[in-house]
């Protein structure tokens, strides 16, 4: 029987006394050991009921809570009352009313399956001796039984103290709950606690809950639109909504929100039916989420993370709908329920301070130039002009708002924002109106843009009036790299974009710092950020398919035709200077012409490198370091080179002769001698002297002259690069097949990441093998012991003295909840992209020993890498080589490439899922 059913009371009560007769027969209590297992069969019988029926969808998440709720409180009264029977009243003892209350969440009636079971044991004055006995009887039995249980023991007067001076105590009593015992007690608590309340006003409530609203966002996420959202403290996660109830309930003591409905309502109808249905609809949703979280984890797991989020998905009844995962569509759903909870609490929470704490705001005329524009002051902030203008009539009215609170570092009222959500779908009337299309350029790029976009986004506007954008909101990718989802992401790039006209990332990224303020496109740049990834989502790739919206949006937006050529154009190429930078070699010289042939004007590329920086730092945290920020400028000083004249393809010999010149100098310049000045400039070949600059030429030189004065066969060093945030390993040794492969599986052993590589064999038949390394956090692999320890595995791993299969298995793995995350392999093979090598890009699962597995596969072929490139995007590595075959030459023949892929894909298959 479900709790909303009629009889459902009456078979909890008949519940709870067929439990008190069986606990406490013809009036003797049974034995305690006899009490505690029957309590555990009737609790277990009691959770398997409920989970039976919610995991059968007989019932959802709110009924499932309230139906726990109800069988819960049939289990506590039947053990007060089995405490009260087996400790009988001694003959000196007074009488000790109590009254047994229920708080926090079980006060609303509503419990999840391993929530915590909060108790009050109210006394009329200082809990006395029997009662003490009493609560510790009920407590231990409850703690016997497993259930975790906040509990407190007071008097009334003490209870009123404590609720004063703490919030969270307060906040618990709100939701205060009459279970058993005696209830004038309660009864008298509950009558002062409300007068208390009624004296003190909503106000200092109000600016409580909304203080610790502010600290738990800022501690779970100021956006709702995180990819491993907090279900219960995130923002528009459940305490959000609890947080409505408690104001309700301070201000008019309701019982729930739909009370607020209708004109005869406290506060005189402050939400719509609709609003009302809207609030259920989230309540709902987010319970029956908690429900299926606590069960699948068995405890009281409240983050949705990224192992989880499939799982749940199936059992609701989420599949693959066309390019969009079960799992992702799961996750739109709930992220649009919390961006409705956000609107919910825009709407609802200034009527109740409004309605609670006064009359309607007094509002005052501005200045002459706010009036013609249909504005107002109320309580000093931003209205509509009373009495005949409004957002319904005037939509015009949402833009003009926004801009002047923007122009005049004012505030937009409470009720104006509410004004805003209630009346979105007005905005379709705005779209290509040349005002508003004015007036939204001017926000998007004008100052603190964020802000004004993320109240767009939040109250519905900004689907209304582009409603492509409304295709991406809450829309996230289900992978590890991207932290926001996409809507959010885009606003986050606005936001970088402000932070470099600001100046604020002049150390972090100085060329994209330096090219903003030369930009002659400023407007088109920024709404190209907006609409970078705007067709994601779609199916097919998102650039191409963007393109072809941004040469719809943008006229409609009052652009220009060159205007909408370039952001189209941006939209089209906006990976292009990332994709080059990571995963393509940039000393080759058809790398920089190919890229430079599409970008063709210094303008296009000086407007793409600041997109790609945008871009990369709104990912996430993480993800943009030193090392990254360096391949990016080398990329576009090369293509900005090539595009003034200063690179072609006939100059290579010149460039070699160049770089000689400079790695001369610097040794000179310490001291070398011709003749060994000679001998390490005759060991190069072209291909070395082009790929490093005259400083890690001369730390070579220095390695090579060492090694050969020792007669070492392996020299191992490295050098600590700060401002590239990486660590330089160099490794000089005789070459020979598979070399690469064990020196990666050495590093992965040491615990060190490998972002870039370059593999030369000099004309002596020596290895100089140059690998870039960062540690886990990426930042330089910088601890002396760390570095010492790498050194001695690389000998080890050379000389087969270490045991790399079983030492890379060893190495500590990825979190448990990110391995719900697929990466299919995926292996291509391009001979176009360099005239002298064929290039092997390699897609698959990131993990400790991948790049020894795929090198090693490389080198059993019979290829030679001349240079690695490893990127990882959350678990996806995407790693491309360099390679020739025996003979110097590229590999085109089929024949030896299929075999070469199949291989390639079965060293990308992590070891657990591999057949044997």
Request: hydrophobic share 45%.
């Amino acid at each position: 029987m479900t709790p909303e059913a009629p009889g459902f009371g009456a078979q909890c009560g008949a519940e709870e006394a067929a439990l008190k007769s069986r606990l406490i027969p013809g009036g003797t209590p049974i034995p305690r050991d006899a009490a505690l297992a029957l309590l555990r069969s009737e609790l277990g019988g009691v959770q398997a009921r409920v989970q039976r029926a919610f995991e059968a969808r007989e019932i959802m998440g709110l009924p499932a809570a309230r139906m726990l709720s109800g069988h819960m409180d049939a289990l506590i009264l039947a053990i007060h009352a089995y405490a009260l029977a087996t400790i009988p009243r001694g003959f000196r003892d007074k009488p000790e009313p109590f009254a047994l209350i229920a708080t926090g969440g079980y006060g609303r009636g509503v419990l999840a399956p391993y929530s915590d079971i909060d108790l009050l044991f109210l006394t009329p004055g200082s809990p006395g001796t029997r009662t003490t006995r009493v609560v510790e009887f009920m407590l231990y039995l409850l703690w016997d039984l497993g259930l975790k249980v906040g509990h407190a023991t007071r008097g009334i007067k003490d209870c009123l103290a404590h609720a004063r001076s703490d919030l969270t105590i307060q906040t618990a009593l709100v939701d205060g709950r009459f279970l058993g015992g005696d209830e004038p007690t309660w009864v008298k608590f509950d009558t002062d606690f409300a007068k208390m309340r009624a004296k003190d006003g909503l106000g200092p409530f109000l600016t409580g809950k909304r203080a610790e609203r502010a600290a738990r966002h800022a501690r779970y996420g100021e956006t709702p639109f995180m990819v491993e959202p907090h279900l219960k403290e995130g923002r528009g996660g459940l305490r959000d909504l609890q947080t409505l109830y408690w104001l309700s309930r301070h201000a008019f003591n309701t019982a729930g929100l739909h009370e607020l409905v209708g004109d005869g309502s406290p506060g005189g109808g402050l939400l719509t039916e609709g609003e009302a249905r809207a609030f259920r609809r989230a309540w709902d949703f987010l319970w029956t989420i908690r429900f299926h979280l606590h069960y699948v984890t068995g405890r009281a797991e409240e983050r949705l993370t990224f192992d989880l989020q499939p799982v749940l998905a199936a059992r609701m009844g989420y599949s693959r709908h066309g390019p969009q995962e079960g799992a992702e569509r799961f996750m739109k759903h709930l992220f649009l329920t919390s961006r409705e909870v956000l609107r919910l609490t825009r709407v609802l929470e200034p009527a109740l301070e409004r309605a609670a704490l006064g009359a309607p705001a007094r509002r005052r005329d501005g200045d002459a130039a706010l009036h013609k524009e249909g504005l107002a002051f109320a309580d000093g902030k931003l209205v509509a002009a009373p009495p005949g203008r409004d957002f319904s009539r005037e939509p015009i009215l949402m833009l003009r708002i926004m801009r002047a609170a923007r122009d005049r570092a004012l505030d937009i009222h409470p009720l104006a924002i509410r004004a805003l959500i209630r009346h979105s779908r007005q905005v379709d009337q705005l779209r290509g109106e040349p005002e508003a299309n004015e007036i939204f350029l001017d926000l998007l790029t004008g100052k603190d843009a964020p802000k004004w976009l993320g109240l767009m986004n939040e109250t519905g506007f900004l689907s209304r009036f582009l409603p492509d954008w409304a295709r991406i909101v809450g829309l996230m990718q289900f992978d590890t790299y991207h932290v926001f989802t996409v809507d959010e992401h885009t606003i986050q790039a606005i936001s970088v974009l402000q932070q470099l006209e600001a100046h604020q990332l002049d150390q972090i990224a100085p060329v994209a710092s330096d090219l903003i303020g030369q930009l002659q496109s400023r407007r088109a740049l920024y709404v190209a950020t907006l609409l970078h990834d705007i067709a994601k989502g779609r199916g097919g790739d998102h650039s191409e398919l963007g393109a072809r919206l941004a040469q719809d949006i943008c006229p409609k937006l009052g652009l220009s035709p060159e205007e909408t050529e370039t952001v189209s154009w941006l939209v089209l190429h906006h990976l292009l200077v990332s994709q080059t930078a990571f995963r393509r070699d940039i000393e080759d010289p058809k790398t920089v012409l190919d890229i430079a042939d599409i970008i063709q004007s210094p303008e296009r590329l000086r407007l793409l490198l600041v997109l790609t920086v945008c871009d990369m730092r709104a990912v996430g945290p993480k993800v943009w370091n030193g090392w990254k920020a360096t391949l990016l400028r080398e990329v576009y000083w090369r293509v900005s080179e090539v595009l003034a004249g200063g690179l072609t393809v006939p100059e290579r010999d010149v460039r070699v002769a160049r770089a000689k010149e400079a790695a001369a100098e610097q040794l000179t310049m310490s001291g070398w001698s011709q003749a060994d000045l000679d001998h390490f400039l005759s060991l190069g070949y072209s291909g070395y002297w082009l790929s490093f600059d005259a400083e890690t030429h001369a730390r070579h030189a220095s390695i090579v002259r060492e090694a050969e004065a020792a007669n070492a066969p392996l020299t191992v060093r490295s050098a600590v690069l700060r401002a590239r945030a990486v660590t330089e390993v160099t490794v000089y040794a005789l070459d020979h097949p598979g070399l690469f492969s064990r020196i990666s599986g050495a590093l992965a052993v040491a615990g060190a990441t490998i972002v870039d590589a370059r593999i030369h064999t000099l004309t002596n038949s020596m290895a100089l093998d140059t690998f870039w390394v960062q540690d886990s956090s990426g930042g330089p692999f910088d601890q002396p012991h760390r570095l010492a320890k790498l050194s001695v595995l690389i000998e080890q791993a050379l000389n087969g003295r270490l045991k790399l299969a079983q030492e890379i298995r060893k190495v500590r793995r990825e979190p448990a909840r990110l391995r719900a995350v697929t990466v299919p392999p995926r292996v291509v093979v391009d001979n176009h992209a360099s005239n002298t090598h064929t290039v092997i890009e390699v897609n698959g699962r990131d993990r400790p020993g991948l790049l020894h597995d795929v090198t090693a596969a490389i080198s059993r072929h019979g290829l030679q890498i001349a240079s690695a490139h490893i990127t990882t995007y959350g678990v996806r590595a995407v790693d491309v080589f360099y390679v020739k075959d025996n003979f110097g030459l590229k590999v085109d023949n089929e024949r030896k490439l299929a075999p070469l892929r199949a291989s390639l894909l079965e060293a990308l298959t992590p070891p657990e899922l591999v057949m044997v």
